[in-house]
């Protein structure tokens, strides 16, 4: 097979026996490697930034949202220490805290706005909540019973035009029996702080109050929902499954993930479409390795027929212009490979540079609240975009090597 590699590294680099042809040839050569580099650097870059935006939404998310929720269909029967012990004992979770949820209407002056009311003990969130860890302790100890404080989200705070020592009127509705259907229960609460996620779902309709005054406001007297911090928030539906075992059919899991579904699923399609898009670009490249593989079977008809006529196999005529394609093929992809790993690492330096030269920012800090690019580049997805650009290339010399290889020698050598 030596034959074989020293003809394709000599067609590949393209002698000048005929400079016009080869040329010419190795022009198309050079196009088809560039384009094969350039869509695998592209492919890296724009899936690495989804990857890391995926990344940081998720972790604002979590900031907010709990990685598990337990939730107790009937009335409590008795304390929740035996429960906490159960849960406690499972080596993934990580802390455990009480809230209470209330869908509500909140009112000021002309302004109407439904939220989501999560009471909370101050003394145990912030082992479930890294936003709530993150408040000053003041704030925090603030959220005293019966004191009727709220904490607000930035959006939510915003809409209401309202500021720390304001007050807001808060509806919750009371579907109990009192033979006039709904009858709200309404509390004026004192604003005493404002959160920011980072996630404009939360910061537009999440407010918090403390534990004890969200159970009266839903007239109960002991908790039925708690919030779970696990060590591995892409794992937790292996550790709810665990955690059922231990549990009777009173109480529910629900995870992260399952309440935002929706979202991650259209992130993957987004992820899916983008990667096909990418890839076609990879392919197109790939079709200059075809014309440029034709092109070099007719240039070398003569030799191919030589080698024919020196006992040289199909097969091994074959060979010689697979491996040149492959050889135009792996270049382009490691040239992209480096060159996509070029770009994820300095992208915050582009941009900045990008920024400064066209006088306009490619992500405004006031709405993405981001001071960088969040990047996050994946081992299995530099594999897998490095073998379906060679996968591509080798397709791509399929038919120029069966070309090659069905030369008839006589024939070829009588026209030149």
Known sequence: MQF?????????????????????????????????????????????VMN??????????????????LHLRAEPQQDDQKLRQTISKHPSVLGMAPFEPLQV????????????????????????????????????????????????????????????????????PDLGDHGAGFAPRIRQFEVIGVFESGHYEYDSALALIHLDDALRL???????????????????????????????????????????????EAVQVEKRMMFIILTLIVAVASFNLVSMLVMTVVDKRSDI???????????????????????????????????????????????????GLFGFEVLPKGIYLLQRIPTDLHLSDLLEIGLISLCLSFLATLYPSWRA?????AEALRHG
């Open 105 to 172: 209407l909140m009112t000021r002056d002309e302004t109407l706005r439904a939220a989501l009311i999560r009471g909370i003990d101050p003394a145990q969130e912030g082992l479930v909540s890294s936003m709530v860890a993150a408040m000053p302790a003041d704030l925090r100890q603030s959220l005293e019973p019966g004191a009727w404080r709220i904490i607000l989200g930035r959006e939510l705070a915003r809409v209401f035009g309202v500021i720390p020592g304001d007050r807001i009127v808060v509806m919750a």
């Open 405 to 409: 290889a069905s030369t008839k020698p």
């Open 52 to 69: 890391g935006f995926q990344k940081e939404v998720r972790n604002r998310m979590l900031s907010v949202v709990s990685h598990l929720e």
């Open 305 to 355: 027929a030589i080698l024919r006529s020196m006992g040289a196999g199909q097969w091994s005529v074959m060979r010689i212009f697979m491996l040149q394609g492959l050889a135009s093929g792996g270049l382009g992809t490691g040239l992209g490979l480096g060159l996509g790993l070029l770009l994820v690492a300095s992208l915050d330096a582009l941009l900045r540079f990008l920024e």
């Open 218 to 264: 839903n007239r109960r007297t002991q908790v039925q929902h708690w919030r779970l911090l696990t060590d591995d928030p892409l794992r937790v539906r292996s550790i709810a499954s665990e955690l059922v075992q231990g549990l009777d059919d009173r109480y529910e899991l629900r995870d992260w993930s399952q309440e935002n579904r929706v979202w991650f």
């Open 4 to 48: 074989e590699w020293q003809l394709a590294w000599a067609y590949w680099r393209g002698r000048r026996s005929n400079p016009t042809g080869n040329g010419f040839i190795s022009f198309i050569a050079l196009l088809s490697v560039l384009g094969i580099g350039l869509g695998v650097a592209a492919l890296i870059t724009v899936l690495s």
